[in-house]
């Protein structure tokens, strides 16, 4: 699991902003609902992304058109409002690039916005070894195989 770190304030670039940026995207796979502009609930701004897993090990993640350069960064930030009754707990997979080789395991709480600080060092493993420069993409996979869930 991911160490406790002092959370930074602000942001150095934006992967999400009210919207998808116009050179970005989203993708998922195995089974998913999502709502990029959800005004359920919103942590900054007048838009949040709603995601519903209904398949088991399902996956989603927004991306940059040409990438976000990670150069002098040293962790990315992202929060998480941990939706339905049973989501205490439940650990899903944060995914930089690569849902394989460039994850970390988090924990989600339920009901309740959760800002999660990942140093960039721990996205990588003997496959993908080195701290990555470029954030193409950032993804969010269910862990559980009990799906579906919010």
Known sequence: MVPPIAVPFGFKALLYEDAVPSNGYTFGFIGWNANTQ??????????????DYTGNYAGYAVGS???????????????????????????IKVAL??????????ILHERV????????NLFQDATQPG????????????????APET
Do not use: C, M
């Not at 002098?72 to 009754?85: H, P, Q, R, W």
């Not at 690039?97 to 988090?106: A, E, Y």
């Not at 990555?132 to 862990?143: D, I, K, N, V, Y």
């Open 38 to 51: 959800s005004t359920e609930q919103v942590k900054r701004g007048q838009y949040s992304i709603r995601v």
């Open 131 to 146: 701290t990555p420069t470029t954030l193409s993409w950032l993804g969010f996979q269910e862990l559980s195989a009990s």
């Open 97 to 106: 690039n690569d849902f394989d080789h460039r994850q970390v395991p988090i």
């Open 65 to 91: 058109g040409p990438g976000i350069d990670l150069t002098g960064a040293t962790y990315v930030k992202f929060s998480i409002y941990g939706g339905s009754t049973g989501t205490e707990g439940k650990v």
């Open 113 to 120: 916005w959760s800002t999660y600080v990942i140093p960039l």
